[in-house]
């Protein structure tokens, strides 16, 4: 079974900029979700989404959206850009639920904002 | 979810056993501990989880007390792949999102 993959795995971008990345789940999993990394705050959960709908957000401004397609591949996108949005975004893929449902993680997109 | 607390950081030497410990003592009766790690710049992967009694994987096997407020998870023979932050993570249930604490850095040295 393939894993967890996400696309690009490198991405520059400029302040101001927006930015979308892209995860495709393993195979028959129906939730998405979606973590920020960076070294002062660690892993942190951006939002889940199950079936195209958002079930679940963390505390990140509104300039963080994403969405889900019926192929339960996601896309989150970044408005804006701010420096400190410069992190590892990582998506992980699960049969039904977080917590207590196994996550698969992806290899992450890095993300740079000069 | 259950807080934990996980030391910062821990040697082991290569093919030796390496023992990370966990306090989770706030965990409640069907609260399940959970082990994930991190190579570096990689997305965590799942190691193994467990409610009361031990479980072993071919990864690794992870110990629980009794009073289940701590456990260890165990990597029997460590090499230098093993090198990593291992997080211990106690969900809540299947409908919270994981809370990824600092982990364990843990450094296998040849």
């Known amino acids: 079974k393939a894993g967890v993959t996400q696309t690009p795995r490198y991405l520059i971008k400029t302040r101001g900029q927006q930015v979308t990345l892209s995860c495709s789940p393993i195979s028959g999993h129906r939730s998405v979700s979606w973590y920020q990394q960076t070294p002062g705050q660690g892993l942190q959960f951006l939002f889940e989404?199950?079936?195209?709908?958002?079930?679940n957000k963390g505390n990140f401004p509104g300039r963080f959206s994403g969405r889900q397609f019926s192929n339960s591949r996601s896309e989150m996108n970044v408005s804006t850009l701010e420096l400190g949005d410069s992190a590892l975004y990582l998506c992980?893929?699960?049969?039904?639920?977080?917590?207590?449902?196994?996550?698969?993680f992806g290899p992450g997109t890095r993300l740079t904002v000069l | 979810d259950a807080k934990t607390t996980q030391p910062t950081s821990m040697d082991c030497a290569e093919g030796r056993a390496a023992n990370l410990p966990c306090n989770h003592s706030t965990i409640s009766g069907n609260e399940y501990v959970y082990w994930y790690r991190q190579i570096h710049s990689q997305g965590p992967q799942y190691i193994i989880h467990g409610l009361k009694n031990n479980e072993t994987n071919e990864m690794a096997s992870l110990i629980i007390t009794e009073d289940r407020k701590s456990s260890t998870l165990i990597l029997p023979h460590a090499t230098l792949r093993d090198t990593a932050v291992y997080y211990c993570i106690v969900p809540q249930n299947r409908n919270t999102p994981l809370v990824f604490g600092k982990g364990t850095r843990l450094s296998v040295i040849a």
């Open positions: 992980a893929s699960s049969s039904v639920g977080q917590g207590t449902d196994t996550q698969y």
């Open positions: 989404y199950f079936s195209e709908t958002q079930r």
